[in-house]
């Protein structure tokens, strides 16, 4: 049932941020005096100086809460109790009975098939939530209170019945809204929303009623088991009416990538299949699903990634946790959720919505709300005036979100994104009596739904105008960052702390938005050395190795950690043989101190420290992904054996397979090797592709100047909107020339598969397998050199 699927595509293209590791040891110590220093790989308790940080956190939140007058803490309240719960890894326990929530173990799963790994943070359960009336107490830290009650409420998985909870909030009567909307929680990071629609009665293509399906979770797997949980509970009227419409409110894998689960298993054609022409499973739907998403959805969705897609995979393991492992010196949370599932992610073609306005879906008006540019590239919210729901997408949740991603995207327009929060306050604040969202928890009451709305914006404004009024006053992003703090009256509420995104980090992500990040105008930081040559410099400015680690030990046992990773990282990138060698060379002949023989049982010492550093501010950080990146640091360097920590992928070929032909060339570009070009070497490939359907059928590679360029056919009339260009009068500059000694012409006939399937071997440093039968793509194939899928991001 859950295999995996090992196809060679362009599936590397693509990058994922669901990816899964087995959990580090829990086995813990405590930090040791300076005089007894104690270096080991092991994870250590927390030190007097975060025990002291995370109490006084705790005190400072608590009496915030207690002088609120029959104060009830607003996510609790609003997650109610779940309809079903469901806290299991997937796929490790067989599906209920048709009429109950009850499971049954099923035998032991593989571990690479478990794609959910829900049950790594059963350990959560364990310690009481920090902020709860009837249970604050906190004595765990090792983790940030804040970010633990966050852990704790993002533990809640299951069917989330949200109609049920807002009739028993007072907002609506029991026949308005009753058995109409539904969420699954807790089963990938995102949560995933049904929406009852009335269908269409009257006209010439009457419909029936049924489900509409928003953002269905990362995963095939995930969203299968979201799906059945669903359909598995009694208690929801209606829950094998037919899905209608579904809805991908934004351009990122964790809202679109579990398509397929809304299918039967092992559906080839996903589009054929919702358009109801083709059969799944032995099953063809009556009527076609229309699937709504905003405006270059399709074309966000697999270029976001694509040119950076490797290095940003990499960050993902660290910033949702993946390389830390679940456990209360790992990760616990990743702010936004618990943490992306792995498994096999998808992507079909969607209407794109382009502008404001209402479009119906089976008989459902929605208002839709332009948000491109803010939380993604490519998104929407929506605002359903028969429930006088609010759909929020991403644009605002129960978090600080980011404006700079730390896995690495495009930076966000603020100043954007506070209108577009502004738009939906104007037209639908005041009939909004339920705003759901993405990801978490909803808020019930218009009251409610207005005062996060204003606050959420007046958060992002604030960051956004106090960042440049201090840019414009001369202070650098480092400045920025440490100056600009909320207001109390926004800081005290919970939706605007930084479980995700930080004031801190947005702060810097608005510089660099306006003023570009590489560089603070300082010409010291203009042309500096790589950290190599800096840190071997550094390292003999102290006088050193050995003064630097004294050094470091002062700092990491008198709490300096901020202080002390800076110190260290100089001396993880320096002291290395080959840095050493060449800066002992330049001092003999410049007179100046000799560094010593590089020894490697003090590199060791260093990077141990330095883990110890990173593991307490880890331990300190309220945003998850803060708090995953310093965790997944200190594995890494703690790791000695010379290789990094590892990954393993989602298969992302569901999703690789529906990119166009064109945008994987273009990526080639990034793959060439100059040092495997020789001097003056220059190639033309032609593909003509037999059967490339929407993709066209001829493809040209030109590789010269030891630089690739891509070209999609240019006679078609996708590239030419003025209408097709004959083939009979080429533009200029698109001609072939024949082979000359310097020069060499590849005419290549292929299937589409075997297009793909060739960018797929590139991309993974696979044997070309086009080569057999034209042995001239050989020499050209070999310009190209796969990314390594391991490297160090805390160490050189």
Known sequence: MFKHKKRILAAAVVSSAALFITA???????????????????????????????????EKLQSLIVSQTGYEDPAIKSAGSLLCEYPYNIPTTQAPD????????????????????????????????????????????RINPSLLRMAKLNNKAGIDDISKNAIEAGVY???????KIYQVRGLDLAVMSFIWSPGITDGDNPTPPGWIVVDPLTSEETARQGYQLFLDAAEIPNRNAPIRGIIFTHSHIDHFGGVAGLAPEDCEDLTGYFAGKSECGGHKLSHAVEILAPEEFFEHSVSENVMAGNIMSRRAGYMYGNIAGAGVTGSVDGGLGKITSAGSPALIPATEIGEDGIQTINGLDIDITMANGSEAPSEFMFYVEKYDMLMAA????????????MRGARTRDANAWVKYVDKVLGEHGDNSELMIASHHWPTYGKDNVVEQLEKTRDMYKYVHDQALRLANKGLTPNEISNTVELPDSLNEEWYNHGY???????????????????????????NPLSPADEGVRFIAAMGGIDNVINTGIAAVTSGEYRWAVRLLSHAVFGYNTESIDEYNRTADESGLPNLGNFNDSKLTK???????????????????????YYLGAA??????????????AVDTTGISGNMPISMGLESLALLVNPDDIAENTSYKVTFTVEDSGDWFGT??????????????????????????????????????PGDTDEYKHIDITVTQTEMKQWIGEMFLGADCSLCESHPRLTTFSNAFEAYPRAFGIATP
């Open 173 to 179: 009567q029991a026949g308005d809204i009753e058995g």
């Open 606 to 628: 260093v990077r141990y420290l330095a883990a110890d550093a990173m593991e307490q501010m880890g331990y300190q950080a309220e945003s998850g992904p803060w708090r995953n």
């Open 500 to 526: 995700y995104g930080t004031v801190s980090h947005n702060a810097r992500a608005t510089y660099d938005f306006y003023l570009g990040a590489w560089w603070d105008g300082n010409p010291a930081n203009l």
């Open 98 to 141: 048709r009429n109950d929530c009850t499971f049954t173990p099923a035998d032991s799963v593989d571990p690479d098939e478990i794609y959910w790994p829900r049950e790594d943070y059963d350990f959560l359960n364990e310690h009481h939530h920090p902020f709860r009336s009837t249970d604050s107490k906190y004595s765990e830290y």
């Open 635 to 648: 594995v890494e360097l703690r790791k000695t054996d010379g290789g990094f920590p590892t990954l393993v």
């Open 699 to 736: 493809y040209y590679l030109n590789l010269s100047n030891k630089t690739l360029k891509a070209y999609q056919n240019p006679f078609n009339n996708e590239l030419h909107s003025g209408g097709q260009i004959s083939p009979n009068k080429p533009k200029p500059g698109f001609n072939i």
């Open 394 to 405: 991403e644009v605002v949740t129960n978090t600080i979100h980011n404006i700079s991603s």
């Open 24 to 58: 580090c040891s829990n086995n813990t110590q405590t930090l040791p005096a300076v005089s007894n220093y104690d270096f080991n790989n092991s994870p250590k308790d927390a030190s007097a100086t975060t025990i002291e940080k995370n109490q006084g956190e705790f």
